[in-house]
């Protein structure tokens, strides 16, 4: 390790900043992007930030403790709307590009998000929350609730509950519309439905979007495309209630839509398409089907709990489609014509985490990471696909700390599938040494390891460790079949994935010392966890968080459960409940003799705390070596987007558990 440069900590989190969500301006002559970090008070923030593609760096926007979001440029350039939280609840403010005070447009009592310029510019759409029959209220003064009384949860729905929102109440997700001329505001949908964000048609008179109108919404999981006319406020099915289709883009003549979606073929593991349709006809046409690759940014880390995704961007002469797609560690953006013809615009061993097209000038701005950069924002000119670096946010953290470069390795299963991973060696690494190396895996399953920055993993390798990450079967990236595998085996060639994985780099690395492993993950890597160690004893010490335990109490208290047990396991509680306890690593925990940390949010309602409860109860009742940490106000996301305080504590609690035992 070089001298004049430090090892990694948990604490750098607050030095590192994250550029997000590039969008670039109607005339193609600048883009705006968003800027998060952690402040000194261990609270977030972002900014925007705008730069000139002439200029050599961008210039800050918006200041202060606040947080800045979703950029979006006036289809004449004159105005930049975004979402801002400076007033205690979400709301679009406006702000002049030729200089000045951003002024607050919506003053909505649920918040509004999600802004979208119609392109005659006279209207927003935005999403807000209101309840059935209620009408857009305006804002609480200081976010004041007028009725701050203890009153019971009453819960008639199935879907009553979600991580990203917590317990739900009677609101539901809409899509409305601002009228700038007449400084209005108006609720366009209605029903006891949520919906997602939409687009714009041409002619600005009609607007695409995604929800589940159905009248089993609650017992369903399809989400339909629709068009909703902005006068009339009639509505247009599109699809068939079969699948799932979002992120949809009208063509410039009108006369498409482009979407990304699939029909539920292989249920949660169906790798997303490309779809075609006409919005007169409803015919719809798969235009990536002999494509096998997952369409969409399957790369994981833990910088990023969420970045938006364009979809499918269409050329300006309808004959060219833009996408991202996921393919062997690697996310990258593709070209694809009318005829399916798929070529590269960007495919390197790095992460395409967003982008942004100016069709008359054939440029793309695009947010890229790879292993050695938490991400910045790059310029691609066409048609030569010259890449030109914009931005350097982490300049200054990234000269002042020493990172490690991962190895790519391919790694043969028991069964002869090819399994891909990579291997970070210890950054104060010195031949002729032996270290302890740590297995990470990763959550999903149905995601993927990728070319990314991912600072969980360069702090175990600072901290002395090799690092083996992989995509056993299951994960995306490398077509249906890989990733449909691991449904109805979870613990079967999953398992031996990993092991085979393990195996392999034993035997090419002298410098691992096998007797010193250790072993953790999260959510489907936290189950994995559980099952290693209660199969065997390789692992001399093991960290599970946010976890499953049992599957069996899991389909009725995760917000999936009811649903993603039987798509991933393969049965319903009620049709085969042996066959979820064959699956449950609490059925084994009697073997478990490996050290366990277990790590837990006390508000994860994808894999609820109980689970950490039965595994934890189960251990101390046996007198074996474990210890329960929770963290308070911390959902599944917790080491994405959790508490900064309690993201830093996760590590310190890690890598303390490692050190004690390896």
């Given amino acids: 390790m070089a001298a004049d440069k430090k090892s990694i900590t948990g604490e750098d989190l607050k030095r590192i900043n994250v550029a997000n969500d590039p969008r670039i301006s109607p005339e193609g002559e600048k883009y705006a992007y968003v800027q998060s970090f952690i402040g000194d008070d261990l609270e977030y923030y972002s900014h925007l930030y705008v730069q000139n593609l002439n200029d050599d760096k961008p210039t800050q926007w918006t200041f202060g403790k606040n947080k800045d979001y979703s950029p979006r440029w006036s289809p004449d350039g004159s105005e930049l709307a975004f979402v801002s ?104 949908t209605e029903g006891d439905y949520d919906h997602s964000s939409g687009n714009w048609s041409p002619d600005s008179r009609q607007i695409v979007f995604s929800a589940n109108r159905s009248e089993n919404e609650d017992s369903t999981t399809h989400l339909d495309l629709f068009i909703i006319d ?78 938006p995704n364009p979809g499918p961007i269409w050329s300006d002469d309808h004959a060219h489609i833009y996408f991202m797609a996921s393919d062997h560690g690697s996310t990258g953006l593709y070209e694809m014509d009318m005829e399916g013809e798929i070529t590269a615009v960007h495919s390197e061993e790095n992460h395409v985490y967003g982008f942004t097209y100016h069709p008359q000038t054939d440029v793309f701005i695009i947010g890229l990471s790879d292993p050695s950069n938490p991400g910045d924002i790059f310029k691609i000119n066409r048609p030569s696909n010259h890449k030109v670096r914009l931005t350097d946010v982490n300049e200054e953290f990234l000269q002042n700390v020493h990172l490690s470069i991962p190895e790519p390795i391919t790694a043969k299963a028991e069964d002869g599938w090819e399994i891909h991973g990579w291997v970070m060696r210890p950054a104060n690494f010195e031949e002729g040494q032996k270290y302890p190396m740590i297995l990470e895996i990763h959550g999903g399953p149905h995601a993927m390891y990728a070319n990314t920055f991912f600072h969980e993993l360069q702090l175990l390798s600072a901290q002395g460790y090799v690092v083996l990450y992989t995509n056993p079967r299951g994960s ?14 979870y613990g079967g060639r999953d398992y031996t994935d990993l092991m085979s994985a393990v195996d392999h780099v034993i035997e090419t690395y002298d410098f691992i010392d096998e007797n010193r492993l250790g072993v953790t993950g999260g959510s489907y890597g936290g189950f994995m966890t559980n099952w290693i160690v209660s199969h065997t004893d390789r692992f001399k010490a093991a960290v599970t968080q946010r976890s499953i335990s049992n599957w069996i109490s899991f389909f ?85 987007s959790g508490p900064p305080a309690l993201r830093i504590e996760r590590l310190l609690q890690m890598t303390d558990w490692f050190e004690q035992y390896l």
């Fill in 85 to 188: 939280e400076r007033s205690g609840t979400p709301q679009i403010w406006l702000l002049p590009t030729s200089g000045g005070e951003p002024r607050k447009l919506t003053s909505v009592k649920n918040g509004a998000s999600e802004p979208v310029w119609s392109p005659n510019g006279r209207y927003i759409l935005f999403s807000t929350s209101i309840a059935v029959n209620e009408m857009l209220a305006p804002e609480e003064e200081n976010g004041k609730d007028e009725n701050n009384k203890l009153e019971p949860l009453v819960i008639e729905r199935i879907k009553y509950k979600s991580d990203a929102g917590g317990f739900h109440d009677d609101k539901r997700k809409h899509l409305a519309v601002y009228d700038l001329k007449n400084d209005h505001a108006e609720i366009l």
């Fill in 230 to 307: 902005k006068e009339t406020k009639d509505i247009v099915k599109l699809t068939s209630s079969t699948g799932v289709y979002s992120l949809a883009n009208w063509s410039y003549d009108g006369k498409k839509i482009a979407c990304i979606g699939h029909e539920n073929e292989w249920k949660g593991a169906t790798i997303n398409q490309v779809w075609i349709i006409d919005p007169l006809t409803r015919e719809k046409t798969c235009m990536t089907l002999k494509w096998d690759v997952q369409i969409g940014d399957a790369a994981i880390g833990d910088l990023r709990s969420s970045h």
């Fill in 476 to 489: 995306h990236g490398y077509g249906q079949t890989f990733a449909n595998a691991v449904r109805g085996d």
């Fill in 556 to 640: 009725g208290v995760s917000d999936i459960g009811y649903f993603f047990t039987e798509w991933e396991i393969g049965c319903s509680l009620f049709e085969d409940p042996e066959k979820l306890w064959h699956h449950s690593p609490l059925r084994y925990v009697k073997d478990i003799q490996t050290p366990l940390l277990i790590m837990h949010g006390e508000q994860d309602y994808r894999c609820p705390i109980e689970q950490a409860e039965q595994l934890f109860i189960s251990l101390k009742q046996q007198e074996k070596e474990t210890k329960f940490v929770r963290f308070p106000q911390s959902s599944h996301e917790l080491s994405r």
